[in-house]
């Protein structure tokens, strides 16, 4: 989850955007990361219309240090507050610890703010992203769906999908294994933390990573340290999620991948994650050089405790004999049929015993 950088709304924080809020004289707050904590530290008082105001935006920006950005619009929503705008400026030229923690840290700043205050955002790299002809690109590319409804829109996103996925079909005669895949491109930041991975355990800043969609591209959720007792607690369990994470058993280290989607998910959010977990997974291979060991999938998080975490790789009985070792599910290899799976119980590998009463009570 977002929130596992450690860092928090600053108190000073929370009172300067409360008093903004309801006052409404307050056109911009810039927000950093200061002493592992989100401060205020800059603002601009309402002095014209949006447009005129906020021009002062590009001046909160800097070419190699990442800032959160919050101008207040000029609408307001059904309680009669005014709306706000949220901007995250992550520079390519910013140090690789300062991007992890301003990616994997904006959901919290906006959660403990209140969600429902921020009616849009917008994610850049470059100041130029953030000039007022850039935010007009941006609604631009923004209300080019508006003729659809939601459903519609979900429903437009499962033809495209169907459609790649018809591009690449082998033929009937063709015993290649297909799995449809919508290349989503992979974030920077995602790259450098996957990457970490594969240090040594005591180069690693950390061993678990979790990933999510947003605009159409793979970018970083959190990146931390996690025990395998608290796997299970730490992946979110309400959205969709891609998590990598190092584990032991026995001395030995596995590189482990979920891919986890609650069944409340919307339609649209269960055939993008559904598509794009294996491009996900070479994604991480190709570019990151991460060898994964176990690829699972759950619709529960909470099912990934460290029993059955440290059954799964735990390395299979070579005595043969049917019915001894069950087929284990791999889900990210074929389609799983009858919808999504669980996590079966740790003890599903022993055999079921037959009772003589029951192989007497056979026998004619």
């Not at 004289?25 to 401060?39: F, M």
């Not at 997974?281 to 060898?291: P, Q, R, V």
Request: include cysteine; charge should be negative; aromatic fraction near 8%.
């Amino acid at each position: 989850m977002s929130h596992q950088s450690g860092i928090k709304v600053s108190e000073e924080l929370a009172n300067t955007f409360s008093e903004a809020v309801k006052n409404g004289n307050t056109r911009i707050l810039r927000v950093s990361i200061i002493d592992e904590a989100l401060s205020v530290n800059g603002t601009t008082p309402v002095e014209g219309t949006f447009e005129q105001d906020y021009a002062h935006v590009l001046g909160y920006l800097d070419d190699k240090v990442p800032a959160y950005v919050l101008v207040r619009l000029d609408t307001k929503n059904s309680e009669g507050e005014y709306n706000w705008l949220f901007l995250a400026h992550v520079p390519d030229n910013a140090k690789v610890r300062d991007k992890m923690l301003y990616a994997s840290t904006r959901a919290t700043l906006t959660k403990e703010l209140g969600d429902n205050r921020f009616s849009d955002n917008m994610y850049g790299t470059d100041k130029n992203e953030f000039s007022w002809e850039g935010y007009k690109k941006h609604l631009a590319h923004k209300n080019a769906d508006a003729p659809l409804t939601q459903r519609e829109r979900e429903l437009a996103e499962i033809k495209q999908a169907e459609a790649r996925a018809a591009t690449d079909y082998q033929g009937t005669t063709s015993r290649q294994t297909f799995s449809p895949h919508i290349t989503y491109p992979i974030a920077d930041e995602v790259k450098t933390a996957l990457s970490e991975l594969t240090k040594p355990k005591d180069e690693r800043p950390h061993n678990f990573v979790t990933l999510h969609l947003v605009n159409e591209k793979i970018v970083l959720d959190s990146a931390a340290n996690v025990s395998t007792d608290q796997i299970h607690r730490t992946i979110d369990p309400k959205d969709p999620r891609f998590t990598f994470f190092i584990m032991e058993n026995n001395g030995a280290e596995h590189k482990v991948f979920v891919y986890s989607c609650p069944s409340s998910s919307k339609i649209r959010e269960r055939m993008l994650y559904s598509c794009s977990k294996n491009f996900a997974i070479k994604g991480a291979e190709g570019e990151c050089g991460l060898t994964v060991d176990k690829k699972l999938e759950t619709s529960d998080p909470t099912e990934l405790t460290e029993k059955y975490l440290l059954e799964e790789v735990r390395p299979e009985p070579r005595t043969g004999g049917a019915g001894i070792v069950a087929e284990r599910v791999q889900m990210l290899s074929q389609p799983a049929q009858g919808g999504f799976k669980r996590p079966a119980a740790p003890n599903r590998r022993r055999p079921q015993q037959v009772l003589p009463t029951q192989t007497a009570a056979a026998d004619p």
